[in-house]
């Protein structure tokens, strides 16, 4: 039985329901190898698409302040991806590290 992972602080993500819904259920040295390098790989995914959409935004405002374009359509969902994504990416970062901070405080 997979853990449902969607219920943690509201994250409702396709990606985090599907890595949800794949993971292994036993607790061995290769699924933890495993299960790490996936969570690198998405992670480094993630970021590399929100960068994307931020490179995109930047190159419609560019387009749009040149005049190159008069399509503010374009320009307007650019921006909208851009700051969706920063925004779930800063999010997730801010999870990480509270989580990283809480594990440093524990007491052994």
């Not at 040295?29 to 960068?51: E, H, Q, R, W």
Request: hydrophobic share 40%; charged share 25%; aromatic share 6%.
């Amino acid at each position: 039985m997979a853990l449902d992972i969607t219920a943690i602080r509201n994250i409702s993500s396709d990606a985090v329901k599907e890595a949800a819904l794949n993971a292994p259920t036993n607790k061995s040295d290769t699924y933890v190898d495993k299960s790490f390098n996936d969570l690198l790989g998405t992670a480094l995914d993630n970021i590399n698409t929100t960068n994307s959409y931020l490179s995109d935004a930047e190159n419609e405002e560019i387009k749009w302040a040149l005049g190159e374009t008069e399509n503010t359509h374009d320009l307007s969902i650019a921006l909208t991806k851009a700051s969706t994504a920063l925004q779930y990416t800063v999010a997730i970062r801010d999870k990480l590290l509270d989580a990283y901070k809480e594990l440093m405080q524990m007491q052994i």
